[in-house]
């Protein structure tokens, strides 16, 4: 019985955080800091756009042969796995046609996805003469409001483009639908034939809600946590951080540099969700004893614990990220190169190799690790209403639009210094992890091209 009383929390937690939720928000704003300043990267000549039709045709029969390869490992060593049908493996048929289709349905995504050639341009930045892109032509999500402050540029099949930029655009476009409706449940055909079963966690019914075990990855919870809730389990980022990083080998190894540079992106974009505290653990700073207790008063009748408990966190989940969104933005609008997010990114944490496990082993982990001291110092830097109010809902609220200039006047400036150096342990992590995973990477595209 008990057993069944957690499962039915942590579903709870886990559903209803998620709504717009989007880990780091504008991958490419902490990705850009860091990649510039890694001379493997800076220094790697531009290289020449290929659109995937292009590089999936003139590879057909060797990636047919590597995916098959990558299915195999993922079957053996990737935990909780779901296997890919025989139906959709990649073959070499010699249709251009269908190539695409066959390409993405063989790496289980959003077959909608839509694979523009383009450039995301961080504020300050020189993207050259190139032409605007509609936001709408780089994502099937049906209103992407985030993305209207970004600039995106058009790149031309064949023109050359500095990897740089390709690799921090690449960051974020797991974000624009990738992974979205997936799940045999979501009400999708691709869903229905994709094979990875129920959605284990994350709303369903909500748009962003349906990537979300493709995002988060919670290996460090309570044993406790695990028996009681084992689909937990059954996330797939480390899943996609392989297979985007086999095929920016491959593509590498065929040199074929610019969708090499762009998978590397990809990868690195996962790599980055698990180093925030939210998407590590279901419940940043509360005790697996604690969501115990919540839960048998509910199951008893008295749901108001487990319900305020749902509040806070999704609240705490979109407070974190906003005002890292806004602080950073800021700093790039106004030219600070002295703020302390960019020299955060510019000064990474002590390397560790990357390994296979890197991401659980060591991204997560941390990540796992800081969410008890970012829980404490939110309560105590942002107001109360943001932080602490179950009856208030952040989203959409002119304090979450304002979050900055209300912070100040709530708590004093001090309160905005103190969350800064919060995210910016995180980012001097993020940091090292990118640098790491670039290291990993260099043998492959540093060959002769």
């Known amino acids: 019985m008990l057993k069944h009383f957690l499962k039915l929390l942590l579903i709870a937690f886990v559903v209803w955080p ?38 999936l045709m003139q ?12 299915e195999a490992h993922a079957r053996q060593h990737i935990q909780a796995y779901a296997p890919l049908p025989d139906a959709l493996a990649f073959a070499a048929t010699g249709n251009a046609e269908d190539v695409v289709q066959r390409f993405l349905q063989a790496i289980r995504v959003n077959p909608n996805s839509r694979m523009a050639l383009y450039i995301h341009v961080p504020p300050g930045s020189d993207g050259g003469n190139r032409v605007p892109v509609d936001p709408l032509l780089l994502t099937t999500l049906s209103n992407p409001i985030d993305m ?17 930029l390709v690799l921090s655009s690449a960051t974020n ?21 994709y094979g990875f079963g129920t959605q284990t966690f994350g709303n369903p019914n909500l748009e962003y809600g349906t990537q979300a075990p493709f995002h988060m990855g919670f290996y460090h919870e ?49 790599i980055g969700d698990l180093s925030v505290p939210y998407h590590a653990s279901v419940l940043p700073g509360v005790s697996a004893l604690r969501m115990i207790w919540i839960n048998l008063k509910a199951m008893i009748g008295f749901p108001r614990s487990r319900d305020n408990a749902v509040q806070l966190v999704s609240n705490r989940h979109a407070v974190y990220e906003h005002f890292q969104f806004l602080v950073l933005r800021e700093a790039f609008e106004t030219g600070n190169k002295e703020h302390p997010l960019l020299l955060a990114l510019a000064n990474p944490t002590e390397k560790i190799t990357f390994t296979p496990d890197f991401p659980r082993a060591i991204v997560a982990k941390e990540a796992f690790e800081k969410g008890r001291a970012t829980s ?3 309560r105590r830097n942002f107001p109360r209403t943001l932080i602490s109010d179950p009856t208030f809902e952040v989203v959409g609220s002119p304090e979450m639009t304002n979050l900055i200039e209300y912070m100040t006047t709530e708590k004093g400036k001090e309160s905005v210094d103190a969350m800064v150096e919060v995210i910016a342990e995180r980012f001097r992590a993020y940091s090292m992890h990118t640098h790491s995973f670039v290291e990993a990477m260099t043998p492959h595209f540093k060959k002769e091209q």
Not at 148 to 164: D, Q
Not at 252 to 264: I, K, L, P, V
Request: charged content about 15%; proline content about 5%; overall charge negative.
């Open 18 to 55: 998620l709504g717009n939720a989007y880990s780091w928000s504008e991958h490419p704003l902490i990705s850009y800091p860091v990649l510039r300043n890694i001379p493997q990267v800076v220094q790697a000549p531009d290289v020449e756009v290929r659109s995937l039709a292009s590089f």
């Open 59 to 70: 590879n057909e029969q060797a990636l047919a042969q590597v995916l098959a390869a990558q």
């Open 148 to 164: 209207l402050r970004t600039t995106y540029l058009n790149l031309n099949e064949g023109e050359l483009v500095s990897p740089l």
């Open 173 to 193: 476009e797991p974000d624009y639908g990738l992974d979205l409706g997936l799940f045999d449940d979501n009400n999708t055909w691709w869903g229905d034939i």
């Open 222 to 270: 309570a044993g406790i946590v695990f028996a009681a809730a084992p689909f937990l389990r059954r996330t797939f980022v480390e899943y996609r951080i392989h297979l985007f990083q086999t095929l920016a080998e491959f593509a590498f190894s065929r040199n074929q540099h610019y969708w090499g540079f762009r998978f590397m992106g990809w990868a690195l974009h996962y």
């Open 376 to 378: 404490r110092a939110m």
